[in-house]
């Protein structure tokens, strides 16, 4: 391929040579002949152009001078297509494994594939060229939509909804009971959880995340929304679309978070807190009231992030604050002791007199 064609692909514009013939995507530090690699700014860039590479990739603000290179507006999505491109397309598993167990009046559509050891309950519903790899379990009555990806050891309990082109990692829970207890004079009583989870199309969820169903509603997932590892969903949450959340993250019961809201890592979101639109929560940031739509917020409690900065700031000066309060402390003390002294000599002065 061209670097003109793979241009037009990526929607960036050509600098140099469009002809430069380009078969695969590298790294800077191994690249060779033919390869295309991503260089961010001008520390990278200089490294990328003394590189064996063929062609880079970058950014409309940088100006190469020794390599032909596509310049684009968004760096980093033309990165993203430019892996997809040049990705192999994943192994297609084919076929039910005969030690798939299928229950009652299951419904599989066409080229599903049931890996060794899969499970499913009755009645569940699984959608066209969906792949279902081993050791899966899928309770009674969930539905999987189609050309979804649901790798190893994943289990969906019952009444759960999937999308269709959903992508499930490893180890995940969907549907699993919220943590909800009320109390008697013997101590916690569980609050059965009757609701359901509902996974949105295009949604992709993290390995070893878990997904509580509603008490009584939905616990939904916004379609394009896209859930790291180790994350934590709990019952009744209700995520928008295109929503990104890192790993490690918390969200309690009936939280609500906004179309195209971030959560970076180790957020923790206490419950019926609401995350409007477009809101960014930087790692670690716990908010303990509502978060305004676009706002970006950090620490603990969560608060502006630009006054965060400034209170950080603060504390760092405090040994050397304390420093000059204790020395004006002593040199205080000092003055009224020197003070004390000249008054009492005065007195003894006077009283000579």
């Known amino acids: ?114 890996g060794p050891n899969v499970v499913l309950g009755d009645r569940v519903r699984v959608g066209t060229r969906t792949a279902v790899r081993a050791g899966t379990v899928v309770g009674a009555d969930a539905v999987i939509g189609a050309d979804c990806l649901i790798y190893p050891q994943v289990t969906i309990l019952e009444r759960t909804v999937v999308g269709d082109r959903v992508i499930i990692h490893a180890g995940a829970v969907l549907g699993s009971d919220g943590f909800g207890y009320a109390r008697d004079e013997h101590g916690p009583v569980k609050i059965p959880h009757l609701g359901r989870v509902v996974i949105e199309d295009d949604v992709e969820i993290g390995a070893n995340t878990t997904i509580d169903r509603g008490t009584l509603g939905e616990t939904r997932v916004g379609q394009f929304t896209k859930i790291d590892n180790l994350v934590q969903i709990a019952h009744n949450v209700r995520i928008g679309r295109g929503v990104l959340i890192v790993g490690q993250v918390g969200v309690a019961g009936s939280v609500t978070i906004g179309d195209g809201a971030v959560l970076a890592g180790h957020v923790g979101v206490p419950d019926h807190i609401h995350i409007g639109e477009g809101a960014t929560l930087l790692a670690r940031a716990v908010p303990t009231k509502d978060v305004a739509p676009h706002e970006t917020v950090s620490g603990f409690p969560a608060q502006p992030h630009q006054e965060e900065l400034r209170q950080q700031a603060l504390l760092r000066r405090l040994p050397h604050l304390i420093d000059t309060v204790t020395a004006l402390q002593r040199r205080t003390a000092e003055l009224a002791a020197r003070r004390k002294g000249e008054l009492a000599a005065r007195r003894r002065r006077s009283q000579k007199r």
């Open 1 to 114: 391929m061209t670097l003109s064609e793979l241009a037009a692909r990526l929607g960036g514009q050509v600098h140099g040579d469009p002809q430069v013939e380009i078969t695969t995507v590298g790294e800077i530090q191994t690249a060779g002949p033919g390869m295309i690699v991503l260089a961010v700014d001008a520390r990278t860039l200089s490294a990328a152009e003394a590189s064996g590479a063929s062609a880079l990739l970058i950014p409309d603000t940088l100006e190469p001078r020794r390599k032909p290179a596509i310049r684009t507006g968004n760096v980093r999505l033309a990165f993203a297509r430019l892996l997809e491109h040049f990705a192999p397309p994943p192994a297609r598993a084919t076929g039910i494994h005969p030690t798939a167990v299928v229950g009652a009046e299951v419904a599989l559509g066409p080229d599903v594939a049931l």
